[in-house]
């Protein structure tokens, strides 16, 4: 992770924007950007990334040479999606170390050719029973942001990564369990932007094995 903020570092040093005009267009704390280039974190989220980068006017894959993630491959039918156990929070889903992959699925080439990545979870415990088991795979479209009611992967302050259903109100998200067993968590505005809270994908299909 750390060769990752090294290179954003420096890619925000040769933009020559002041750290003020990064910090308005990418709606990011000027005290957070101070930080990267400081390489004072050890750990960001995608989509702190992909706004600096915007800001600055490069593309993000300058910081991922290779991708675990499957993206659209001309002529094929279909593409291998890795499925990942779990994920380590804080780290861009394109970086995750191979340890992390299981297996991998295989899922419609059409589906990214709009330029869509996608990855894959396997289900671990019962928080989100009974519409998902222990066990089920989940195919995730790779993107940072949701519609309320989305079933999603989140990124909780770089250090835990969840599956739950994503509730938007106007203060704020609730992580929503459906097992009743399990007591939802509600971030509000400030904690979505001061942790950070992060949606790293949202399910596209389930399957469940036999």
């Not at 991708?67 to 861009?92: F, K, W």
Request: proline share 5%; hydrophobic share 40%; charged share 25%.
């Amino acid at each position: 992770m750390s060769n990752i903020i090294d290179k954003l570092s420096d890619l925000i040093l040769q933009s020559g924007i002041s750290i003020s005009d990064i910090s308005r267009k990418a709606d990011i704390s000027r005290p957070m950007i101070y930080k990267i280039l400081k390489k004072e974190v050890s750990a960001i989220s995608t989509d702190t990334i992909n706004k600096i980068c915007s800001a600055i006017g490069v593309s993000s894959s300058l910081l991922f040479p290779q991708s675990n993630v499957a993206t659209a491959d001309l002529g094929r039918t279909h593409i291998r999606v890795p499925v990942y156990g779990e994920i380590p929070a804080g780290i861009p889903i394109e970086m995750v170390d191979q340890s992390f992959i299981e297996d991998y699925e295989d899922i419609d080439a059409n589906w990214a050719k709009d330029g869509s990545a996608y990855f894959c979870l396997k289900v671990k415990g019962e928080s989100m029973m009974p519409k998902f088991e222990n066990g089920d795979v989940l195919i995730l479209r790779q993107q940072p942001d949701c519609n309320s009611g989305d079933f999603c992967a989140v990124s909780i302050n770089c250090t835990e990564c969840t599956f739950k259903k994503v509730i938007k109100h106007d203060n704020g998200i609730t992580l929503q369990p459906l097992n009743p067993a399990y007591e939802p968590m509600f971030f509000s505005n400030k904690e979505i932007e001061d942790k950070p809270i992060t949606i790293l994908g949202v399910v596209r299909e389930i399957r469940r094995g036999l």
